[in-house]
């Protein structure tokens, strides 16, 4: 693949920061031809440089008022341990993210609920039952500093 222009980076850009923007005006403001920037974007799709196309949510908004990190250990790093912790997690719309970690921690999750009730039924009935989860360390979320949605391109 090729490495990425100025005003491909331009183009992606406006695209992370409002991908509903019509190839006419993203075409403008990148300075290209529409046909051009048609192109371009296919191109992206096809090298998988963009992933999908998403709405960004607000989470209180959305009613989801609890937000926590989780810090998760696992008592045993054998395959199938790791592929039913994993499989799990992404199974459930309370983990936004789950990243696999080097350091104290084998797994990091962001996992939003209503409130922290339904955050203890998430621990209880599903998080602690799992099979190799020695230890949970959870972090709340005060507040929101930055929260990038975009990849510096």
């Known amino acids: 693949m090729e490495m990425l222009r100025v005003q491909d980076r331009t183009l992606l850009n406006l695209l992370q920061g409002d991908c509903r923007l019509s190839n006419q005006e993203l075409a403008e403001r990148a300075g290209m031809s529409p046909s051009a920037c048609w192109r371009r974007i296919r191109q992206f799709e096809a090298d998988g440089i963009i992933d999908r196309y998403t709405a960004i949510l607000n989470a209180e908004a959305a009613g989801l008022n609890f937000s926590a990190i ?50 203890n039924l998430f621990l209880e009935d599903f998080l602690f039952r799992l099979p190799g989860v020695a230890h949970v360390r959870t972090n709340l979320v005060l507040k929101e500093i930055k929260l990038e949605t975009r990849l510096p391109v």
Do not use: M, Q
């Not at 039913?84 to 990091?108: K, N, Q, W």
């Open 70 to 119: 989780l810090h998760i250990t696992l008592t045993r790093h054998n395959a199938e341990a790791v592929a039913t912790f994993i499989s799990s997690v992404t199974a459930r719309p309370e983990v936004l993210e789950c990243l696999a970690t080097a350091g104290e921690a084998d797994y990091h999750l962001r996992v939003v609920c209503t409130d922290k009730d339904a955050y």
